[in-house]
Nanobody, 120 residues
Framework: QVQLVESGGGLVQPGGSLSLSCTAS????????MGWYRQTPGNQRELVAT???????NYADSVKGRFTISRDNDKRTVYLQMNSLKPEETAVYYC??????????????WGQGTQVTVSS
């Protein structure tokens, strides 16, 4: 079993910054990719950013140039630095990880979600 524990959500004013972190623990053979998705009520969960174990990153077009994803492989932790936040980015942000628990078995895992509210 793999657990993802997020931290760092909260309230921020428009144009402000916020950082999120997520640490993976449990039975982990290899962390293939980690990242962040977000979801608002009535909408599907959408990609924010991901980073693979080689350091390659992928961002949603809407956050490019404002958000930065990074990971510390030794700590099994992924970070998301969010700058110039907009009110429409208010959402629950979910940590994601693609994990091999054995050399031949992998699955996707999700954190419990952390609320980010962008409001004045």
């Amino acid at each position: 079993q793999v657990q993802l524990v997020e931290s760092g959500g909260g309230l921020v004013q428009p144009g402000g910054s916020l950082s999120l972190s997520c640490t993976a623990s449990g039975i982990i053979y290899s962390l293939v990719a980690m990242g962040w998705y977000r979801q608002t009520p009535g909408n599907q969960r959408e990609l924010v950013a991901t980073v693979n174990n080689g350091g390659a990153t992928n961002y949603a077009d809407s956050v490019k140039g404002r958000f930065t994803i990074s990971r510390d492989n030794d700590k099994r932790t992924v970070y998301l630095q969010m700058n110039s936040l907009k009110p429409e980015e208010t959402a629950v942000y979910y940590c994601y990880a693609a994990v091999y628990t054995t050399p031949k078995s992998w699955d996707n895992y999700w954190g419990q979600g952390t609320q980010v509210t962008v409001s004045s």
